[in-house]
């Protein structure tokens, strides 16, 4: 839903609340580690951060603070752990409207040398599929984040039922 106010707290509790035991809007859970789904866009992102056990410690904690996303876009509430099940709500600004979206935690990786998480789209999301935001540190030392979205627009008559 779109409006010219920044959702309230109370606005964000029940939009969590209120998604946190719906099913997911897609078919296969774990998809964006795995494949991908027909019908649904591919977007794959890698990007070098540098060398070393510093600049791995450093990225998993940005990850950790969910701050992958531009500056448009926030997370709520923070902090929220990074763990299977956690439902958040994403506040986007553009142009001076905003809106938000639920997405579920839907798995986490925790190794050595490997931290991310993916998480799912929700019934009161714009699109429906799965995003996946990892951190690796290779042999060589290089540490990389890579970001996998497997996705698809929902459709007018879709959203329209979210929101009734």
Known sequence: MWSFSRPSPEH???????QATLDL???EVGVSATGT???YNVDDNRVLLGQGPEVFAAA??????????????RIWPLPTLIAVGQ???M??????????NSCRIVS????PGRFGFAYGTLPMHVERGEERFLIERHEDGSV????????????ESEMKAAYA
């Not at 964000?12 to 209120?18: E, K, T």
């Open 25 to 27: 809007t897609y078919p």
């Open 37 to 39: 789904l027909p019908g």
């Open 144 to 155: 990389w984040y890579t970001i996998r979205a497997i996705s698809q627009p929902r459709s």
């Open 60 to 73: 998993c904690e940005e990850l950790r603070q969910w701050r992958q996303f531009p500056s448009w876009t």
């Open 12 to 18: 964000l509790r029940h939009l969590i609340d209120s």
């Open 108 to 111: 986490v990786v925790d190794e």
């Open 87 to 89: 439902t958040v709500a």
């Open 91 to 100: 506040i986007v600004r553009v142009f001076g409207l905003w809106w938000t």
